[in-house]
């Protein structure tokens, strides 16, 4: 740690998350106090207008991509109403971004359903929030952190000098973490899959048994990548993990199904 | 297979050791056995060469690696005498990988290699990482854990917005850091 505990709180008085509720989950957005962020935390109308921003980005994936809206672009593509070459170039490009990213996984992470629709849901979350990020960068914003429903991507400092931290939640007991863990350029994104929160959403590995993991935790340089990984990894099992792990500048920190650990050298605590 | 084809094809080249180091360990094994093989059948040879350009101390940090030294020698076998099998520690030159630059030694006992070690590996930031990022098993109090004080943020599996409600998130969005 570059400050003691006492830099942290002393004599900055902040203020709440800003949250807004989009795909089904909430979104939080905390502005540093840096100096570069002018005006701010005191400046409500600047809190107002991050939150629209971020709000609007939100509305706008979900509105082309979200399978629970029957008149969502990527709804009436799979109903056979739209062809997929009639599609706007947005949900192209998404569309050939996840199954590049189908390819960089050996087939584990896929846009595809069992019954065959497009579900880009494995990504839309993630670009959300890559793109919400810029939108602050947009309003002038240089250090920020948001975490849409357990993913995080972080910019610039907490408070000046002092690097934004994401703790992992403890599967086995929700209200106790795991481990907490700065997000230090270049790695400033953290995303986390698991079975906990919405059932087995992730119910099995490739060859159909159960993943040997609880949870994946993993930290990238975006945060698109931080999330596809972290489901190819519950999804593939060990497997998949060792082959991100060698391929990607990541760090992993996974819970086994009784709930011991595995992790990359760099979540080790002396390696800090 | 592959691995083996590629060790055995470009046997001389320090940058493949370092990608046999990178694919794993069962690669490294392969790698070690073929160039031991060959290190034995023209170990007379490389003794004189290695002997002439000095490289050839025990614990020696020249910049040309015995594996670059092998092909050259592997001809004029035939004027050798069959002294002593090459003994040492070389240093393969720097290479480029995606990775960041990679180097590595071997130490050579006779012939034999008994030891690869990687020198060097930096990430962009120049800042060095482990050869291998393996996930290892470790004990709960051994994973890193910054002061609580600072942390803002909490991520675990996607909660719902009604699950956000009891998670650790919604206390921490409260506090007004």
């Not at chain 1, 590049?100 to 839309?124: E, K």
């Not at chain 2, 070690?117 to 482990?130: A, E, G």
């Not at chain 2, 943020?153 to 921490?172: D, E, F, H, I």
Request: one cysteine or more; charged letters at 15%.
């Amino acid at each position: 740690m570059r400050h003691s505990s006492s830099v942290v709180s002393g004599g900055y008085a902040g203020h709440p998350a800003i949250t807004v509720e989009s795909m089904g989950t909430v979104i939080s957005i905390r502005i540093g106090a840096a100096a570069g962020n002018a005006g701010f935390p005191h400046d409500e109308a600047l809190r107002a207008a991050a939150r629209q921003a971020v709000a609007d980005v939100f509305r706008g994936w979900n509105d082309r991509f979200s399978l629970y809206r029957e008149g969502s672009e990527l709804s009436r593509v799979n109903r056979g109403e739209l062809r997929l070459t009639q599609a706007g170039s947005e949900l192209r490009d998404c569309y050939a971004l996840a199954l590049a990213w189908r390819d960089r996984t050996d087939g584990v992470f896929t846009p595809h359903r069992a019954d065959g629709a497009i579900d880009l849901s494995g990504i839309v979350k993630s670009l959300a929030i890559a793109h919400a990020g810029e939108a602050l960068y947009g309003l002038g914003l240089r250090d920020w952190s948001l975490n849409a429903g357990g993913d995080i991507l972080v910019a610039g400092d907490q408070t000046p000098g002092l690097d934004w931290a994401a703790a992992i939640v403890d599967p086995l007991d929700r209200s106790a973490r795991l481990a907490s863990v700065p997000l230090r350029a270049p790695l400033r994104a953290v995303a986390t899959s698991g079975s906990a929160e919405r059932g087995e959403h992730i119910w099995t590995t490739v060859d159909g048994a159960l993943s040997p993991f609880r949870q994946v935790t993993v930290f990238g340089r975006d945060i698109v990548t931080a999330d596809v990984l972290a489901t190819a990894i519950i999804a593939g099992g060990r497997p998949a993990l060792h082959r991100s792990t060698e391929t990607f500048p990541i760090e992993v920190l996974a819970v086994l199904r009784d709930g011991s650990l595995l992790a990359t050298p760099g979540l080790r605590a002396d390696s800090a | 297979m592959r691995i083996r084809a590629a060790a055995a094809a470009a046997l001389a080249s320090a940058s493949v050791l370092s990608v046999g180091w990178l694919v794993g360990a069962p690669a490294v094994e392969s790698l070690r056995s073929t160039l031991t093989t060959t290190l034995s059948s023209s170990a007379s040879a490389e003794a004189t060469t290695t002997t002439a350009s000095g490289l050839g101390t025990s614990s020696g940090s020249g910049t040309s690696s015995a594996a670059t030294t092998t092909p050259e020698t592997t001809a004029p076998a035939a004027e050798a005498p069959a002294a002593t099998e090459v003994t040492g520690t070389f240093d393969g030159s720097a290479v480029q990988t995606r990775f960041g630059p990679m180097q590595v030694s071997v130490t050579i006992d006779n012939g034999t290699i008994t030891e690869v070690t990687p020198l060097q590996l930096t990430n962009d930031d120049q800042k060095s990482v482990m050869i291998s990022n393996r996930a290892a098993p470790i004990l709960r109090d051994e994973v890193l854990s910054a002061q609580s004080a600072s942390v803002a943020n909490v991520s675990g599996a996607t909660y719902t917005t009604q699950g956000y409600l009891q998670s650790l998130q919604a206390a921490l969005d409260a506090a007004q850091f």
